[in-house]
């Protein structure tokens, strides 16, 4: 059973950073397609970063290019999102996915990944 697990939610000013973390198993981590989603309150759920089983490719939305980064160990199961320089627009619930389709990561579409975590709630504000 594919199960995943994020942590690291909470409270930030506006510019500050957060890291968010997923924790997965019950699947081989190099067959796999990971990637990280939010929605707002109001909002549709929406890409943040994707990232290939290797880990050699990611892919970001326009809105967090520069200021969001993604990365994975696979030996540790682990995905990793890393948020600086963050913005009232970044307020959201965050949800890690898995995918086993081997060009999920590029396309970055939630509708392509078929595993999610519970959420983790980000909170921008002063």
């Known amino acids: 059973q594919l199960q995943l697990a994020e942590s690291g939610g909470g409270l930030v000013q506006p510019g500050g950073s957060q890291s968010l973390s997923c924790v997965f198993s019950g699947f081989r981590a190099s067959y796999y397609s990971l990637g990280w989603f939010r929605q707002a309150p109001g909002k549709g759920r929406e890409e943040v970063a994707c990232i290939s089983n290797s880990g050699a490719s990611k892919t970001y939305a326009d809105s967090v290019k520069g200021r969001f980064t993604v990365s994975r160990d696979n030996a540790r199961n682990t995905v990793v999102l890393q948020m600086n320089r963050l913005t009232y627009e970044d307020t959201a619930v965050y949800y890690c996915?898995?995918?086993?389709?081997?060009?999920?990561?590029?396309?970055?579409?939630?509708?392509?990944?078929?595993?999610w975590g519970q959420g983790a709630q980000v909170t921008v504000s002063s």
């Open positions: 996915a898995a995918s086993a389709m081997d060009t999920a990561w590029a396309r970055c579409r939630a509708s392509d990944f078929g595993s």
